[in-house]
């Protein structure tokens, strides 16, 4: 049974509300696309993916066109009202089928071992418990499932690292919808559990100063083959 992105009952209130970073980040996440050339990296993030798959945080669902036809479906999970009502028109125009519902990273509503992969674009800086959401995410995951990733986090040199903390713990999470620069995520999803495969660190723009939030990870992990113990 698929979820419905056009349910008839009334949807909670969304413990994620930042409508006026909503509205700036679906302006510049388009100009970044080319700008950026992140379209070229949502190609590689989700080239060969196939079956069910679950996407944590899907923003304005710039990601939808770029799911290759072998994937039968896509569960985009988005908790901010805005970024979800655009991620449900891009959803018309993708070409697998996508259900955009709300929900946060650290409770996925979604029954357990129930997808063959699992997405995380620029999502695990701004998620509130990144241990919770990363255990949903092998919650959700069939054994041997593929975790596919693309975040931004620590890096640079000593004085990036000093200059990441300090936005992190003054202006920078309330101006930027929560986000975090000082994260790591490739050792958080080491730390959840999961094994690590190919992985490519990247520095964006590639041409020009590096920013705080320039130092980006773009990998493959696995959920272990073995089932939880519950």
Known sequence: MRLSSAGSGKVARSPVHHPLF?????????????????????????AGLSGRVIEIGAGNGLNFAHYPGT?????????????RHLALEAALRAGVPVDVVPG?????????????????SLVLCSVRDVARALGEVRRVLRPGGEVRFFEHGRGGG???RLTQRTLDRTLWPMLSG???LS?????????????????????????????????CALGTAWRPDEPEVR
């Open 22 to 46: 909503a509205r700036c980040y679906a302006r510049a996440s388009v100009r970044a696309e080319t700008g950026l050339g992140l379209a070229g990296v949502r190609e590689r993030l989700l």
């Open 71 to 83: 994937v039968a479906e896509v569960v985009a999970i988005e908790p901010e009202p805005l970024l």
């Open 104 to 120: 946060t990273a650290e409770a996925l509503p979604v029954k357990s071992e129930a997808f063959d992969a699992a997405v995380l």
């Open 158 to 160: 000593r004085a990036m």
């Open 178 to 180: 929560g986000c975090h």
């Open 183 to 215: 994260r790591d995520p490739v050792a958080a999803l080491r730390e959840a559990g999961f094994a690590l495969g190919p992985l490519r660190r990247m520095v964006l723009p590639e041409r020009g100063p590096a920013l705080p939030a320039s130092y």
